[in-house]
Structure formats: structure tokens, C-alpha cells
């Protein structure tokens, strides 16, 4: 398990770079991504938590983007900032907590058909897979990028769900499905039909 651990730093060492130039990415929609931010820490100062209105946006005429746009991103960098207070590297913290943990849910979830080893490779494919970089270093999808931590956990709690019937794994299920429609609202769509589907297999 420790060389494992070892070589999963390697690995992981690449796709962190970077993150630690103590800069954002040159990308427009991540730049976006990065005014929400601002703006909710705003409306924390201002007594306004949910932020559901945030009205330095869009040239001062204001938007509930928060209302309907999956805020779990902003939130996860807001709070982040408060403790680094410096919301670029906090943004960035978050980028490489995500991709790390990413390939530590599908290190677990892989593992139960194929080892160790096998949940290890699963795991450096899936932080390694074109789709998952160009979300946040191409498309600065942030939400997206947030999405594709919590996939594998629907898929390995649901799975430990049903074989084991313990009520720990229905807890992580629900806290994934939660993370998952909090993250983005097309992955979460899509990975919940494929999730429906895998889970009827399951059953029948």
C-alpha cells in the first residue's frame, strides 16, 4: 500500500503544476467562475449566506446565478478563502484537492472488482482522462471538474448499499448524490441515469 501511495504522488505531481503558480488559469469562463466566488464572500460580509442574489455581477445589474446554478464550486472556494484569505490560491487548493480526491473515490470504487493494483491504475486513468483535464485547464468548467469526484462515489455506494445493506454506505450514497447534483446539473443528470441503470443491474 505505501508504494502504491508513493506512485500515486507521482503521478499526481504533474496535475497539480499548474495550480501552483500562485495564479489563476487564463480561461474566461474560469474567470467567471472566480467573480462568483468574490461575489458570494461578498454577500457573506454583507449577513446574506445562501447568496442566491448576487448583485455585483453582470455589470452591476445583479443575478441569482446561485439560485439556479450549482453552487457547491463556489461555495467549497469561499470557504477555503477565509481560512488561506486569498481567494486565488484558494481556488487553487481546491483544484488540487478535487483532482486528487477524484482519483482517491475511484481508487476505492475500482478496487472492489480488481485489487489494489487494478484500483490503483483505474484511478490514475480516470484523473489522467482527456475529458476530466480539459474541464478545468481548457473549458474551466469548475462544476463539471467538482462533478467528477463524486461519480465514483455513487457508483461504490450504491454498489456496497446493496451488497451489505449498512446503513453507513446508504450514507455515503445520499452525501454523494447530494455532492454530485450540487456540483453540476448535467453531469449529475447524466451520471445519475447511467448510476439508474447500473443499480437496476445490480438488482436484477
Known amino acids: 500500500m505505501f508504494f502504491l501511495g ?3 504522488t507521482l503521478f499526481f505531481i504533474p496535475l497539480a503544476a499548474p495550480f501552483c503558480h500562485g495564479k489563476l488559469i487564463n480561461d474566461v469562463d474560469l474567470w467567471a467562475a472566480f467573480m462568483r466566488v468574490i ?6 460580509e454583507d449577513g446574506r449566506f445562501l447568496g442566491t442574489w ?4 453582470y455589470y452591476g445589474q445583479g443575478y441569482p446565478i446561485n439560485h439556479y446554478y450549482s453552487p457547491l464550486f463556489a461555495y467549497l ?5 477565509l481560512v488561506l ?16 480526491l477524484s482519483g482517491v473515490a475511484m481508487f476505492f470504487f475500482a478496487r472492489d472488482f480488481w485489487g489494489k ?3 490503483f491504475f483505474s ?4 484523473m489522467y482522462a482527456p475529458y476530466h483535464i480539459h474541464q478545468v485547464l481548457q473549458g474551466g468548467a469548475c462544476g463539471a471538474f467538482l462533478a467528477f469526484m463524486f461519480l465514483p462515489l455513487v457508483f461504490w455506494g450504491g454498489r456496497r448499499c446493496f451488497f451489505s445493506g449498512r446503513t453507513r454506505w446508504a450514507v455515503l ?7 454530485l447534483i450540487l456540483s453540476h446539473n448535467l453531469p449529475a443528470v447524466m451520471g445519475m441515469l447511467v448510476a439508474g441503470v447500473y443499480f437496476i443491474f445490480l438488482f436484477c
Open 85 to 100: 484569505k486569498n481567494p486565488v490560491i484558494a481556488m487553487n487548493v481546491v483544484f488540487i484537492a478535487i483532482s486528487f
Open 39 to 44: 461575489s458570494l464572500l461578498q454577500c457573506w
Open 173 to 179: 450514497l445520499a452525501f454523494a448524490l447530494a455532492g
Open 117 to 119: 493494483a487494478g484500483g
Open 123 to 126: 484511478a490514475v486513468l480516470y
Open 77 to 81: 472556494v469561499a470557504g477555503t478563502t
Open 6 to 8: 508513493l506512485a500515486g
Open 54 to 57: 448576487v448583485p455585483e455581477i
